[in-house]
């Protein structure tokens, strides 16, 4: 791959573990410029640290993407870095391992909060600046649960078909003439994602999920996200079994039906 990202200044939210990580230590062997934000700075130094031996310039962004001055002058201070925004990773998230029926609504708000009104803050919070240089990448780190509801996962379902329909709308709309939107569809990913899981009760599901530890290899994920950004497609879906549930949700939904049922 031609390495078309140097130099570019890239924001990426989520940064400090998973998938953002993995993706800033790619973007770093292109000389990206980074800045890396979540919410935790002594793993967002270790991230930075482990990208400073492949390019010299990473700052790092403490920022709860839930809370809205955070994310509004996070963005401001994001832009104050290298004079510019070129791309947003909008991937921070957290899941979620509880039943529909046991999950209280303040759960729902939580997951919503994090997964839908994130990425929309601080995308909102770049538009203007998006507009400003005429130019800009946004890369919205969705789901195969933005694309179908799987068990254990109401409220992180919604929140991903949010995201598919807000920023499906912007790829529609396209308010400025060089902006391209790109959403990703993973399936499971082996990342530590379940161990931070809203549960019913309120505490963090605290474990490794058996197939999540089967999942796609972080790495793998990673590549295929810089290849869809290289190439500025509009949707990709990286996932394995879950493309099969899809094409039955659309051709055989009782299959469809039968089968997410079984899964967790
Ligand atoms: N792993 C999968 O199987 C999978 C599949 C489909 C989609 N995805 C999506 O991929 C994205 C990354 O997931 P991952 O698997 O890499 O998970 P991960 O390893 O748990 O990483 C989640 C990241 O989000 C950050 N974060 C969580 N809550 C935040 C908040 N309120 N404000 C700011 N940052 C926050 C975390 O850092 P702090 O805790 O320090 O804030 C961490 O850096 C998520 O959007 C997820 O929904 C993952």
């Known amino acids: 791959m031609i390495k078309i990202y ?3 200044v890239i924001l990426i939210t989520g940064a400090s573990s998973g998938i953002g990580r993995e993706l800033a230590l790619l973007l770093a062997k292109e000389k990206a410029r980074l800045i890396l934000a979540a919410r935790n700075r002594e793993t967002l130094e270790a991230v930075r640290s482990a990208c400073l031996a492949h390019t010299p310039h990473c700052e790092v962004l403490v920022m709860d993407v839930t809370n809205e001055t955070q994310v509004n002058e996070g963005a401001q201070q994001a832009i104050r870095f290298f004079g510019k925004i070129d791309v947003l990773v909008n991937n921070a998230g957290v899941t979620q391992r509880s039943k529909l029926i046991d999950t209280p609504v303040s759960a729902v708000r939580q997951l919503m909060e994090v997964n839908f009104f994130g990425p929309v803050m601080l995308t909102k919070a770049l538009l203007p600046h998006f507009r400003e240089q005429q130019s800009g990448q946004i890369i919205v780190i969705s789901s195969m649960a933005g694309l179908m509801g799987y068990p254990w996962r109401s409220g992180y379902n919604a929140a991903k078909h949010a995201l598919q329909g ?3 709308t912007l790829q529609t709309e396209q308010p400025i003439p060089r902006l391209y939107t790109t959403l ?20 963090p599901y605290g474990k490794m999920d058996p197939g999540q530890a089967k999942g796609i290899p972080v790495a793998v994920c990673a590549q295929r ?31 469809f039906y039968l089968i997410a049922r079984k899964g967790n």
């Open 6 to 8: 140097t130099d570019k």
């Open 166 to 168: 807000y920023f499906e």
């Open 184 to 203: 990703i569809c993973p399936g499971r990913i082996h990342t530590p994602i379940t161990y931070a899981a809203i549960t019913a009760s309120g505490e």
């Open 225 to 255: 996200i810089l290849k869809a950004m290289h190439t500025r497609k509009k949707l990709v879906l990286i996932a394995r079994e879950e493309r099969i549930l899809l094409w039955f949700k659309r051709f055989f939904p009782v299959l």
